[in-house]
Nanobody, 123 residues
């Protein structure tokens, strides 16, 4: 039984930081890449960042490069998204998803999803 548990969202002022966590069970990072996907109000879901341990690659969408960092702790089976210098436009529900082996930028290709965690950035 695969479960992804996203947490760490909250209300933060513009310029502040948050760290999101995605705790996984039933999957290993050797077999599944983990992605962070967000959905802002009235917008479609977009892939923000992904990490694949199978080939040691990571991806960031342009709007978060230099501000967000994705990392993982194999011992805890948890992937983190450190978000710094948050902007109003980062306000969204953030989901984590798992895709077999390599990361994907296609929302439709994720095999498993966690519930979302809300990030609200206020100016």
């Amino acid at each position: 039984d695969v479960q992804l548990q996203a947490s760490g969202g909250g209300l933060v002022q513009s310029g502040g930081s948050l760290r999101l966590s995605c705790a996984a069970s039933g999957v290993t990072f050797d077999d599944y890449a983990i992605g962070w996907i967000r959905q802002a109000p009235g917008k479609e879901r977009e892939v923000v960042s992904c990490i694949s341990y199978s080939d040691n690659t990571a991806y960031y969408t342009d709007s978060v490069k230099g501000r967000f960092t994705i990392s993982g702790d194999n011992a805890k089976n948890t992937v983190y998204l450190q978000m710094n210098s948050l902007k109003d436009e980062d306000t969204a529900v953030y989901y984590c998803g798992a895709h077999a082996v390599f990361y994907t930028l296609s929302i439709l290709e994720y095999d498993y999803w966690g519930q979302g965690t809300l990030v609200t950035v206020s100016s």
